[in-house]
DNA sequence: TATGAATGAGTCTTCATTCAT
DNA sequence: CATGAATGAAGACTCATTCAT
């Protein structure tokens, strides 16, 4: 058991020391033994659990993605109405983003680069169901509307990962009534007006 | 004249190639040598046009992004009404983004990862400062919202860069009436609601 | 203790191996590749002992400038009068320098060139120490010539790393009578004619 | 008449370019490129004058070697007695090696290390005849040790060389004193005691 | 399981030299 | 004569990965 927990622990010092490394440095310029170092670890102890650096960072991507989907979905149920489901979902989306921001600025990366492979990519997105069916249901009780759900979540999410990036790069901040008028704007952009 | 002709054709090609291959492969991965290769000259001859691999990138992003903003407010002037001048150069913007995607790619991969150094990123940021001065006299005229630029920036124009990705990745395309529809929304979660 | 001393050999490999190449070729046209291969050691494996090629070769300068003054001193001690002390050291000198000529035409290239870089000279020097204090002692005792301690080295040892130069590039040897007269000359052109 | 002597001014600023880089940074790190720039010539140029970068070094050797003998026998003659004529010669030398040090400076690095070919090495001892001459004459008549002309050499004149380097190197400086002491020393040296 | 040492393959960069003008 | 542009070859150094322990 403590064997198994030390096991662990480890894995998951390498998977932070690889977001941090690789958000401040880009993936190129952060060399394994870099990893290893912040890790604790010896570059040789990498490859005991993971294949080889794309696969570290391939699965780092997925546990970050992951996490990032619990995170949206956890206050969220399917019983929910439409609206109130989406204003749920988006304030923790944007809780996440703008508080986690190094998880965030990662994933953002990942998604604007080809270090990732394909196949993680397609797990990833995978984590996104259930907003997506939101979104089925919204249009189907013609709140939410009728357009591609590419461009819902262009309108209605992703901002966010421009609103983290920007704050994380300039001296720009999101205060509280920021993220009302955010989840305002985003909402407007996706509900049917009447 | 045809010397200087020639030089300012293989600076080009260098900077062609540059942008192919970062889309494809990644800073990383994209050796000098490649980029060479692809340009048809020497690896030594990058030298004489660039300092080093970073400026090179570096002045690759500004030529990029200086492209970009000349193409955004080509057809846009002055005396233009707030909406009909959004419209132009949104339409413009949309039209580069979507169009010339591997401009687009590069561009999306350096604001959102470490590659390009801070100096560089400010002479980047400087070309779209006619939006932001239309954006200024919307708010003023009452038909823009009076909200952070950074907001406006993020729901009106940014989600083009994530519809242009996804088109990139996914069979997903863009035809004229998703366009129009983006263009609504995008002009919908800005503007006053009267 | 294998494993320490396995390493201890690789380095002294990789000192040597700098040494014989340098003294052939000089320091420009000894790469990096030449040394590790005459070490029999991968290229890498030379950043594992030495920062880089600046601080091989300077720490290989240090350590044959130790040698030497280890060799020199080695049968000295305080105790000895001051002529039968520089006789000795001397000739513990004179036979390093025309005997182990590899280490010495070393020094002599370090010496006259800038490869050597500041400290490291500074390093070297200190350990003359002994011979200086001789000279000291034989100042105040009247027996040694009471002139700035440049001109006793530049006259009393300095020669024989010229007849070192000479003896390596030129058929001339210098044989047991040789050395007899250039210690006396050596010591005549420091002593204090009675 | 002008061009020709345009282009000896050029070949002499190569040389000049040349001892000074040398001096400074050692053959290597002295890059064809840059004595080209401090010659104010282009790179391409100094093929004109010189086969290549050996040549070029070889050809500053002999040119260099060459002012060194002319400037040390220009007030000396035949007819001088044996130690009138060394006292000339030597305090020429001594003139030469600590005033003109850059010159001096050049020689030293080239004789302690392989940057010179033996043929320019060779080519370069010859002009020291008239030394050797005054000192054959020396032994004949009884003046001067009867022992090897490269002990002679070693005793009398190399010590200038070490004493140059020093000064350069260090805060020491030989004033006339000390060239009057450093005279004494090295006749004192050769000569027969009587 | 964990590691430090070792390395082959590759990367950026420099440089002596050439050549078209 | 003179040159600036161009380059092939080579060099210092790094790094992902392996392996003996």
Same mark, same amino acid.
């Given at each position: ?22 958000n ?37 991507? *997925? ?5 990032y989907?619990? /995170? &949206?979905? =956890? ?18 989306i944007a809780d996440f983003k703008l508080n986690d921001s190094e998880n965030a600025m990662f994933l953002a990366q ?33 709140? *939410? ?7 819902? /979540? &262009?309108? =209605?999410i992703n901002p966010l990962s421009f609103l983290m990036m920007t704050q994380k790069r300039s001296?720009f901040k999101l205060?509280?009534?920021?993220i009302?008028?955010a ?12």
């Amino acid at each position: 058991m403590a064997k198994l927990q030390k096991s662990i622990d480890k894995r998951n010092a390498l998977i932070k020391a690889t977001i941090e490394l690789v958000n401040n440095n880009g993936f190129h310029a952060t060399p394994m033994s870099k990893i290893a170092k912040m890790a604790n670890v010896s570059p040789a102890t990498i490859y005991l659990y993971f294949e080889n650096k794309q696969d570290l960072v391939n699965q780092t991507y *997925i546990e970050v993605k992951t996490e990032y989907s619990e /995170y &949206a979905f =956890a206050t969220y149920n399917n019983d929910m109405s439409v609206d109130e489901g989406f204003e749920i979902i988006w304030k923790r989306i944007a809780d996440f983003k703008l508080n986690d921001s190094e998880n965030a600025m990662f994933l953002a990366q990942c998604d604007n680069t080809p270090i990732i492979d394909e196949p993680s990519l397609q797990e990833g997105i995978k984590h996104l169901q259930p907003l997506l069916d939101l979104w089925k249901r919204g249009k189907e009780e013609g709140i *939410i509307k009728p357009i591609s759900d590419y461009l819902l /979540y &262009a309108y =209605a999410i992703n901002p966010l990962s421009f609103l983290m990036m920007t704050q994380k790069r300039s001296a720009f901040k999101l205060d509280e009534t920021h993220i009302e008028a955010a989840y305002q704007v985003a909402w407007d952009s996706i509900k049917v007006n009447k």
